[in-house]
Every structure is written in structure tokens, then in C-alpha cells.
């Protein structure tokens, strides 16, 4: 049974809290995801028009694309290191805030 308190959810979606908690979530994950396929494809490209560059050796048997490579491997798991911290400490309290401002 619902009480006059309890908010239905087209009231919940239709809330600014709601509707900002959204935005900034769509925002952190729109500039992440944007971040690594600028990197992604910054590495394609440089495969595509400049081979030499990533074929100079920097050792005896590796060439500087394989550096590169695990460093956007590397850059990758960075990126969601930060959206899991971000996550955890501001996105939880707020869904949390959210949440309890509901009951």
C-alpha cells in the first residue's frame, strides 16, 4: 500500500535530482569513452599513415609499438580505475541521496 509520501516513479524521473544525477553520469562516461577512442584511434592512424615511426626498434627484438601498445592497454585500465572511483565515492553517495529522499 502506498502511502501520500511515496513518490511514483514518473515523479522520480521527472525530479531534478533524478535528471541531473543522470547528466553527470552520462557526462563522466562520455568523456572517458572519448578519451580512449581519441587514444585508440590516434594509435590506428599512426598504424595507417606512419608505420615507420612504430617500427623503429628500441631493442634488439621489440619495436616502439609494442610499448605503445600495452600503454593504451595500460591507459585503458587507468580510465576505469578513475570511472570506478568516481563511481564508488561521488555517483553511490548521490544514488544513496537519491534514494533515501524517495522514502
Known amino acids: 500500500m502506498m502511502t501520500p509520501e511515496t513518490q511514483q516513479p514518473h515523479e522520480i524521473l521527472d525530479s531534478p535530482d533524478f535528471k ?12 572517458l569513452t572519448f578519451t580512449m577512442l581519441l587514444v585508440y584511434f590516434g594509435f590506428l592512424l599512426t598504424v595507417a599513415f606512419n608505420k615507420q615511426v612504430l617500427a623503429t626498434r628500441i ?9 605503445i601498445g600495452l600503454g593504451i592497454i595500460l591507459f585503458a585500465w587507468v580510465l576505469t580505475g578513475i570511472y ?18 524517495i522514502q
Open 20 to 31: 541531473k544525477l543522470v547528466k553527470k553520469r552520462w557526462s563522466v562516461s562520455l568523456v
Open 59 to 67: 631493442g634488439e627484438y621489440t619495436t616502439l609499438a609494442i610499448p
Open 84 to 101: 570506478v572511483f568516481w563511481a564508488n565515492s561521488d555517483y553511490d553517495t548521490s544514488v544513496q541521496n537519491l534514494k533515501n529522499k
